[in-house]
């Protein structure tokens, strides 16, 4: 008896480049549907595998060249999250990588599914050398606004990681220039090109969902939770019903807040 076609798949779901290339030969006569079926999903897989891992490999070759250039060994990604809600503080993540061992999935924070996040932070915190999450509270966002804000909190979290014992020749930051120090290498959509910076992003990112979640139940009437602190439909409905929490960003919530009764 021939094989069957539920053994070819399971051979063909477990198979890596090499073992494919000898199955797809050894198939080419095998007409049968599920087979063809089979081979077609297996070749996607792997092309989607390969462009991943070439993917990644240019997150790390960015750095490695700009290290390079730079005369540098070490550099530290930082980037921020929460930079636009109406409510909760701004994050600021810094995060110093090994070169090895490579973060499998490492992405941008807005690339990578929300379930997968947390487990993607947990592993950049057991590889990091030094890593490091940082605030602006609502407060101080209202009181000096969002440029000094951002520039406070960048150099908190540089300082944080600093302080762990690393020396890092590089910082590399998401977006336009801070002047933080002569160290500092700017990156547009470098939370997208570069590991660091993808993992800062994706740490603060956690870091700070886990903030709004934990205040959620004290503010139950804003769901942050839900909204971690952006403006949805809901979110500025309820404003308007209960005005603002000391949470909030009153600065960001002039166009439909109207009373503050916390």
């Known amino acids: 008896m021939g094989t069957t076609v539920a053994e070819i798949k399971r ?36 092309a989607a595998e390969e462009a991943e891992a070439k993917r990644l490999e240019g997150l790390y070759a960015l750095e490695d060249e700009l290290m390079e250039s730079r005369g540098a060994t070490l550099c530290v990604g930082l980037d921020e999250v929460g930079r636009g809600p109406v409510a909760g503080p701004l994050a600021v993540g ?34 990091a050398l030094a890593w490091s999450v940082e605030y602006a509270s609502p407060h101080d966002i209202d009181t000096y606004g969002m440029s000094a804000c951002l520039r406070r909190t960048f150099l908190r979290a540089l300082q944080s990681v600093e302080a762990q014992g690393v020396s890092v020749g590089l910082i590399l930051l998401d977006g336009n220039p801070l002047h933080l120090d002569e160290r500092e290498c700017n990156l547009v959509k470098g939370d997208a090109r ?68 916390f």
């Open 94 to 127: 810094a995060v110093v990588l090994p070169r090895t061992p490579r973060i499998e999935g490492l992405n941008d924070s807005k690339q990578v599914p929300p379930a997968q996040r947390a487990r993607l932070a947990e592993r950049i915190k057991e590889c």
């Open 11 to 46: 051979r063909l779901q477990e198979a890596d480049a090499q073992e494919f290339a000898v199955l797809e030969r050894s198939l080419v006569a095998d007409a049968r549907k599920g087979v063809r079926t089979a081979v077609e999903v297996a070749r996607r897989r792997l």
């Open 194 to 261: 570069c590991a660091s910076i993808a993992a800062a992003s994706l740490v603060a990112k956690v870091e700070r969902d886990a903030y709004m979640d934990k205040i959620s139940p004290m503010y139950p009437a804003y769901d942050f939770s839900s909204n971690k602190g952006y403006a949805s439909a809901q979110h500025i409905e309820a404003i308007k019903r209960f005005g603002l929490s000391p949470v909030h960003r009153k600065s960001f919530c002039t166009a439909f807040a109207q009373q503050t009764l």
